[in-house]
C-alpha cells in the first residue's frame, strides 16, 4: 500500500492526458504535461542526490513549474517547505537553520543572498533557481532528465510538507503535515463541496500556504478539472475570467476588491457554481453586498495551517453570514473554558479540534506540540468560538487578542460587527491596548469610507455606548487609511498594538 498523497491524485488524472490541466495567460498545460514534468521534478531532485524525508525549501514566484516542482517532491518523498515571497533575509537564515533543507530553490534575482545564508549553515544545501516564467537552474536540470517518475512509496504519517506558521508571537514554527492529512481532507471537501466533472477552477491565490496550494490546487487536481491559473490575484483579470470559471476561491479582501469594481456585475458570475471565502473573517457586509451584486452566496469555511479544514457551511443548505458553518465530516470539534470543561450552548470558549486532517505536530519541536494538545489529542487551535443551536460555528477571535480589561473579557469580534455596521464605516479592528488602570483597555481602530460628512470619534462611541457594556466600549477610537493585512488578507494586530497607545 502507498500512502503517498501524490498516488491518489494521480490515480484521479483523466485517461486522457491530452485534457487541460493548467492554462496561465500564456500556455496551456495539458494533464500528460503535468505528470510530465513533475517527474522531471522528482528525478532532478534525486539526481541532486535529495533522498525521502529531505527538506527542499521553496521560495520562488507562484507559476506552473512551482506547482509542477510541489508535485515532484511528492512524488520522491521529499518534504516540500514553501516560503513566502516577502520573507527577508533574517527570517530566511531562520527558516534554513530550523529546517536544514538539502536544496533551496529560489528566484535568480535573490541567488547571492540565498547562497551567502546557504553557505553558513551546518548543513549547506544546494542551491539552485526558478524564475516568474519558470527558467532557472532546476528546470534546466528537470529538463535533462527522463520525465517517467517512480512514486515513493509513503505512509499516512510520512510528512510531505512542512508550513511555518506566521509566528506572530514567537518564533515561526514549522507545521509538519503529513500525506495522510492532505489524503483526509483532499477528500472530504471534494465531497463536500460537490465537485462536478465540467468545474473550472480559477485561481488567484499563492501556493506557498494552505488556501492556494491544499485547497486551490488538490481539489481541483483531485477532480481532474482545469484550472485558470492566475500569478497572483488582480480585480480586472479575476473579473475577465470568471464568466469562463465555475470555482472560485478568495481571502475576504478579494470579494471587497471585487465589489469595489463597477464592471462586477451578476452577468459576470453567470458561469460560477462555488465562491468560497477563508484565511480570514468575512464581514457580514461584504457577505450581503456580494450575494446582492452577484446572485452567489459564498461559502465561508474554516481552516488553519496547523489542521487544514474544519468547519464549512453547506453547499446545500443555510449558508449564515458571520458563521464558518458546522464541522466537516471525520472531523470532531469541541469549544472549552479556561478549566477545559464544554462551554454552555452559545457561550464563548476556545476551540479545539480532533480528526486525520490534524498536523503531526511542530519541526523539531516536541516541547511545543505537547504543549497544543490535550491529552486526549485535540489540537487547541488558539482561536475562540462559539457554537449556535444549528451547530455552526463563529469564529470570534484569537485567544491571544482577547482584551481583559479590568479583569472582564471583551471579545474584539463583537465590537467590531457592530461599528463595521455603522454607516460611513468601511471596516474596523478593535485591539487592546497597554492601560495604567485597566491593565488593558479596547481601542478600535476604524476606517472610513468617503462619505462627505465622515464619522467621527463621538459618533462611534456614543453610539457604541446604547448597545455595549461600558467595560466594552473603546476608550479611543482611531482612523486609519486602511488596515494593515498581510498577503492572505489577515488584520495584522500586532503591528496596530505596536503602532497606537494610551500615552
Ligand atoms: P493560517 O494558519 O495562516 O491559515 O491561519 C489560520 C487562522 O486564520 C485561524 O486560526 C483563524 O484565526 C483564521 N481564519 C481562517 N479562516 C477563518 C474564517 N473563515 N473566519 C475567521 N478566521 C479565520
Known amino acids: 500500500m502507498n500512502d503517498n498523497f501524490y498516488n491518489l491524485l494521480q490515480s484521479k488524472f483523466p485517461r486522457d492526458g491530452s485534457q487541460p490541466c493548467l492554462e496561465t495567460q500564456h500556455v496551456t498545460h495539458s494533464y500528460a504535461d503535468l505528470e510530465e514534468e513533475a517527474g522531471r521534478c522528482a528525478n532532478a531532485l534525486r539526481q541532486a542526490g535529495l533522498v525521502k524525508g529531505d527538506r527542499v525549501a521553496v521560495q520562488v514566484h507562484k507559476s506552473p513549474q512551482n506547482l509542477f516542482l510541489y508535485l515532484g517532491c511528492l512524488q520522491a518523498g521529499l518534504i516540500y517547505l514553501p516560503l513566502n515571497t516577502g520573507y527577508t533575509r533574517t527570517e530566511l537564515e531562520y527558516f534554513m537553520a530550523d529546517a536544514e533543507p538539502g536544496m533551496v530553490i529560489c528566484d535568480p534575482g535573490k541567488l547571492q ?101 491544499f485547497l486551490g490546487c488538490h481539489l481541483p487536481l483531485l477532480n481532474a478539472s482545469k484550472i485558470i491559473f492566475l500569478d497572483k490575484f488582480d480585480t480586472d483579470l479575476v473579473i475577465r475570467e470568471l464568466p469562463r470559471s465555475t470555482v472560485y476561491m478568495g481571502v475576504p479582501t478579494h470579494y471587497t476588491r471585487l465589489l469595489g469594481n463597477t464592471d462586477f456585475r451578476a452577468h459576470i458570475c453567470s458561469n460560477m457554481r462555488l465562491f468560497t471565502s477563508g484565511s480570514a473573517p468575512l ?34 443548505g443555510m449558508r449564515k453570514a458571520g458563521t464558518v458553518g458546522p464541522v466537516l465530516d471525520g472531523v470532531e470539534v469541541r469549544i472549552v473554558n479556561d478549566k477545559a470543561d464544554p462551554v454552555a450552548d452559545g457561550a464563548t470558549g476556545q476551540l479545539q479540534v480532533r480528526g486525520e486532517n490534524v498536523f503531526k505536530g511542530y519541526w523539531r519541536m516536541p516541547e511545543k506540540t505537547a504543549e497544543e494538545f490535550t491529552a486526549d489529542g485535540f489540537f487547541k487551535t488558539g482561536d475562540l468560538a462559539t457554537m449556535d443551536n444549528d451547530q455552526y460555528i463563529s469564529i470570534v477571535g484569537r485567544s491571544k487578542d482577547l482584551i481583559i480589561t479590568g479583569g472582564l473579557n471583551v471579545y474584539p469580534k463583537e ?35 468617503d462619505s462627505p460628512d465622515p464619522i467621527t470619534e463621538t459618533d462611534i462611541i456614543s453610539s457604541l455606548k446604547r448597545n455595549l457594556a461600558n467595560f466594552k466600549v473603546p476608550k479611543k477610537v482611531v482612523f486609519m487609511a486602511s488596515l494593515p493585512r498581510n498577503t492572505m488578507g489577515k488584520v495584522q494586530k500586532n503591528f496596530l498594538r505596536d503602532q497606537f497607545n494610551f500615552e
Open 113 to 213: 543572498q540565498v547562497s551567502g545564508i546557504a553557505s553558513r549553515q551546518k548543513h549547506i544545501p544546494q542551491v539552485r533557481t526558478l524564475d516568474a516564467h519558470g527558467a532557472g537552474s532546476f528546470t534546466d536540470a528537470a529538463r535533462s532528465t527522463h520525465s517517467k517518475g517512480e512514486t515513493v512509496t509513503c505512509t499516512k504519517d510520512d510528512i510531505a510538507v512542512i508550513l511555518y506558521t506566521s509566528g506572530t508571537t514567537g518564533k515561526p514554527k514549522g507545521a509538519m503535515i503529513t500525506h495522510g492529512n492532505l489524503q483526509s481532507n483532499g477528500l472530504v471537501l471534494h465531497r463536500a463541496w460537490g465537485w462536478q466533472k465540467d468545474d473550472i477552477m480559477l485561481h488567484a491565490l499563492p501556493l506557498y500556504h494552505v488556501h492556494g496550494l
Open 283 to 316: 464581514l457580514e457586509k461584504t457577505f450581503t453586498e456580494f450575494q446582492e451584486r452577484s446572485g452567489h452566496t459564498i461559502l465561508e469555511r474554516y481552516g488553519m495551517t496547523e489542521t487544514g479544514m474544519n468547519t464549512s457551511n453547506p453547499l446545500s
Open 415 to 449: 465590537i467590531e460587527t457592530i461599528i463595521d455596521c455603522m454607516e460611513g464605516v468601511t471596516e474596523s479592528a478593535v485591539i487592546g491596548l497597554a492601560h495604567a488602570d485597566f491593565g488593558e483597555a479596547v481601542a478600535a481602530i476604524v476606517v472610513r469610507d
